[in-house]
Nanobody, 125 residues
Framework: QLQLVESGGGLVQPGGSLKLSCAAS????????IGWFRQAPGKEREGVSC????????YYADSVKGRFTLSRDNAKNTVFLQMNSLKPDDSAVYYC??????????????????WGQGTQVAVSS
């Protein structure tokens, strides 16, 4: 059974850091483009970061560029999102998602085949 499980969310003060994990089971992440998305209450789901399965190139939304870093551990079949200098506007449920195939990635959520259940991030003093 294909499954993605996110973890690492929580409550953090502005300026703080969190590291989210997305562990895959039932399939190998190498063959998938991977995306991190977030959705705040009353807002549409938005792409935060993604990594291509063609060349490993990573992309970041302008709102997180320079603060968030996507990485992966192939041995653990896990993808991470390191989030630094967090702001209240970063508060949302964060999801990882995968799109099968050797392909570039995108911030179009409809392109993704499988999703995790999400992990809540709250940035507040």
């Amino acid at each position: 059974q294909l499954q993605l499980v996110e973890s690492g969310g929580g409550l953090v003060q502005p300026g703080g850091s969190l590291k989210l994990s997305c562990a895959a089971s039932g399939f190998i992440l190498d063959f998938y483009a991977i995306g991190w998305f977030r959705q705040a209450p009353g807002k549409e789901r938005e792409g935060v970061s993604c990594v291509s399965s063609i060349d490993g190139k990573k992309y970041y939304a302008d709102s997180v560029k320079g603060r968030f870093t996507l990485s992966r551990d192939n041995a653990k079949n896990t993808v991470f999102l390191q989030m630094n200098s967090l702001k209240p506007d970063d508060s949302a449920v964060y999801y990882c998602a995968v799109h099968y195939g050797i392909r570039d990635c995108s911030f179009n959520s409809r392109a993704y085949d499988y999703w995790g259940q999400g992990t809540q991030v709250a940035v507040s003093s």
